[in-house]
C-alpha cells in the first residue's frame, strides 16, 4: 500500500506527465513547452539508439535485408537511367553517365545506411571502435560505388576491376558476416591474447591525442604505406584499411582533444584519396573541364578541406582543461610544441 505521501507524488507526476502530451487549448504554455519537449528528445533519442547496441539476429535480418537491396541496386539504377534519358541525343548520354552514378550512390546510401547503424551496435557489443566500420560495410560499400562511377563517369584515371573478383571484397565481407556469428564480449582490450590488446590500442577511439603524438602517428603511417607498396595490390588494399583504421582513430582523439566531435574525419582522413585531384592544377585548361563533373568538384572541396583540417590538427593547441572526453593531455609548464 503506498503511504499518502507517496500517493500524492505520483499523481502530482502523472499530472504534469499528462500536461506534456495532452495540453489544454487554453494552456499555451504548456502546449510550446511541450512542442520543445519533442525538439530536444527526438535527437537525444537518435543519439541514444546510435549509441546502444544490437544481438545477433537483429544485426542478421538487417544485414541479409540490406545487402538484397544492394544486389538489386543496379538493375533498378539502369532501368531508371534508360527511361529518364533514353535515345540518341549526345546530350542525353551526358546525362546517363551522371545520372546512373547518381541514382547508385543514393541507393547505396539509402540501403547501406540501415546496416551502417545496425552494424555499428553490433561491434559495440563485441567491444570494437567505430574504426571498424572502415572494414565493414563501409568497405564493400565504397568499393561498389567507385566501380560504378569508375565505369560511368570515369573519375578514376586507371579503370577499376569489379570488386566481386577482388580478395579484398569478400574479406570484408567475411568480417561481416561473423559480426552476426560471434557471441557477444569484449574480444579485444581485455583479451589475454597481447596482440588482441595492441589491436585494440591502435583502433580505440576513446579519449585525448596531444600534438606530438598525433604527428608521431601520422609518420608510422607514412612509413607503413611505404612498406605496403611492396606487397601485392590484394594484400596491400587490406593493409591500408588497417592502416586507415589507425589513422582514422589517432584523428578522433586528436579531435577530442580540441574539444571537438569526430565527424570531421570526413575531410581528414577521409579526404586523402580527393588529393591527387590537385596535381591537375598545373594545367588550367584540363582542371577546367573537370570542374565541369558534379563528382569532381565535390572531391576537390573535399581535398582542400582536407589540406585545412590536417594543418590545424597538427598545430593548434588543445585544451588544458577536462573536457567531454577525458583530461587534459597537456601540461600547463609544457614547451612550445606540447605533447
Not at 499518502?4 to 499528462?18: C, F, K, V
Not at 519537449?37 to 545477433?56: E, I, K, N
Request: hydrophobic fraction near 55%.
Amino acid at each position: 500500500m503506498l503511504s499518502q505521501s507517496g500517493l500524492a507524488q505520483t499523481l502530482e507526476q502523472t499530472r504534469i506527465i499528462l500536461r506534456w502530451f495532452l495540453p489544454l487549448k487554453a494552456e499555451v504554455q504548456p502546449l510550446g513547452f511541450c512542442n520543445e519537449m519533442r525538439r530536444t528528445v527526438a535527437p537525444m533519442l537518435l543519439s541514444d539508439l546510435w549509441r546502444g547496441r544490437t544481438g545477433r539476429l537483429p544485426y542478421l535480418v538487417a544485414l541479409v535485408i540490406s545487402s538484397a537491396a544492394i544486389a538489386v541496386l543496379p538493375f533498378i539504377a539502369d532501368k531508371i537511367t534508360i527511361a529518364s534519358a533514353g535515345g540518341m541525343d549526345p546530350a542525353l548520354s551526358i546525362v546517363r553517365m551522371l545520372l546512373r552514378p547518381l541514382l547508385l550512390g543514393i541507393g547505396l546510401l539509402i540501403t547501406g545506411g540501415p546496416l551502417v547503424f545496425f552494424a555499428r551496435r553490433r561491434m559495440r557489443e563485441l567491444g570494437l571502435s567505430g574504426v571498424w566500420l572502415l572494414v565493414f560495410p563501409i568497405g564493400p560499400l565504397q568499393m561498389l560505388l567507385a566501380f560504378a562511377a569508375s565505369t560511368s563517369v570515369g573519375i578514376w584515371p586507371v579503370p577499376i576491376i569489379s570488386p566481386v573478383a577482388a580478395l579484398p571484397f569478400w574479406v570484408e565481407l567475411t568480417f561481416g558476416a561473423s559480426l552476426a556469428v560471434l557471441p557477444s564480449r569484449d574480444y579485444l582490450e581485455h583479451s589475454t591474447q597481447q596482440i588482441l590488446r595492441l589491436t585494440h590500442f591502435a583502433t580505440t577511439c576513446e579519449g585525448r591525442l596531444g600534438r606530438q603524438t598525433f604527428a608521431l602517428h601520422l609518420a608510422t603511417a607514412v612509413a607503413l604505406a611505404i612498406v605496403i607498396e611492396n606487397f601485392g595490390a590484394s594484400v596491400g588494399t587490406l593493409l591500408t584499411t588497417f592502416m586507415m583504421m589507425f589513422v582514422t582513430s589517432s584523428t578522433i582523439r586528436r579531435l577530442h582533444d580540441l574539444n571537438q566531435q569526430g565527424w570531421w574525419i570526413i575531410l581528414f582522413p577521409f579526404g586523402l584519396v580527393s588529393l591527387p585531384l590537385f596535381a591537375v592544377m598545373v594545367n588550367p585548361q584540363l582542371f577546367a573541364s573537370m570542374l565541369l563533373n558534379p563528382f569532381i568538384v565535390l572531391a576537390s572541396v573535399q581535398g582542400l578541406g582536407c589540406l585545412i583540417l590536417l594543418v590545424w590538427l597538427l598545430f593548434k593547441r588543445g585544451s588544458d582543461l577536462d573536457n567531454p572526453y577525458g583530461p587534459p593531455v597537456n601540461s600547463p609548464n609544457h614547451g612550445y610544441l606540447p605533447a
